[in-house]
T-cell receptor, first 115, second 112 residues
Framework: GNSVTQMEGPVTLSEEAFLTINCTYTATGYPSLFWYVQYPGEGLQLLLKATKADDKGSNKGFEATYRKETTSFHLEKGSVQVSDSAVYFCALRSRRGSTLGRLYFGRGTQLTVWP | NAGVTQTPKFQVLKTGQSMTLQCAQDMNHEYMSWYRQDPGMGLRLIHYSVGAGITDQGEVPNGYNVSRSTTEDFPLRLLSAAPSQTSVYFC???????????FGEGSWLTVV
């Protein structure tokens, strides 16, 4: 089946620290992979995506590489800011079979950045 | 840009009451879906639709009904609200099952 496991939080960092949030997945076939971000009191926004192996998604200084061999899609940022404080969700989207189009989420990782 | 619009944003219901969460998108997307978000659980799929007139169940469909009479609208109905349905509900849409999914801003529902 399809599932996503991501690093449990909360994660607390100082401003300008390096961020890694681990995400691994199990899927039938070759899914698309996503990171979504949810700021306090708001909905989910797409942060970045990758649709095939070795693709790197990037946006707002965040990056994640689709690693088929390790079934991973870890989120990284070299220097976090206070404004990055949010909940981050890793997700996969099935591209085949009876689950075509369905989005499967990890449980979310709360990030807090202190000045 | 309207995107995906959900109403209401906040609602308090009494146990046993019924209500409808509205969802509309103006992007001519075929694929629409409803998720609920609970603490520590991520988002779970309730129902989805691949086009007008077609709906199907997701992971947690019990207690909810949907219909898709037009491409634009995908309402979620709670038939007899229960405290276990206290959650944040998100509507989402995408052009096709393989494309990026776009989310509405969420509806916070409390059942007392």
């Amino acid at each position: 089946g399809n599932s996503v496991t991501q690093m449990e939080g909360p994660v607390t960092l100082s401003e300008e620290a390096f961020l890694t949030i681990n995400c691994t997945y199990t899927a039938t076939g070759y899914p698309s992979l996503f990171w979504y971000v949810q700021y306090p009191g708001e909905g989910l926004q797409l942060l970045l995506k990758a649709t095939k192996a070795d693709d790197k998604g990037s946006n707002k200084g965040f990056e994640a590489t689709y690693r088929k061999e390790t079934t991973s899609f870890h989120l990284e940022k070299g220097s976090v800011q206070v404004s990055d404080s949010a909940v981050y969700f890793c997700a996969l989207r099935s591209r085949r079979g009876s689950t075509l189009g369905r989005l499967y989420f990890g449980r979310g990782t709360q990030l807090t950045v202190w000045p | 840009n309207a995107g995906v619009t959900q109403t209401p944003k906040f609602q308090v219901l009494k146990t046993g009451q019924s209500m409808t969460l509205q969802c509309a998108q103006d992007m001519n997307h075929e694929y629409m879906s409803w998720y609920r978000q609970d603490p520590g659980m991520g988002l779970r799929l309730i129902h989805y639709s691949v086009g007008a007139g077609i709906t199907d169940q997701g992971e947690v469909p019990n207690g909810y009904n949907v219909s898709r009479s037009t491409t634009e609208d995908f309402p979620l109905r709670l038939l007899s609200a229960a405290p276990s349905q206290t959650s944040v509900y998100f509507c989402a849409s995408s052009p096709s099952p393989g494309n990026t999914i776009y989310f509405g801003e969420g509806s916070w529902l409390t059942v007392v």
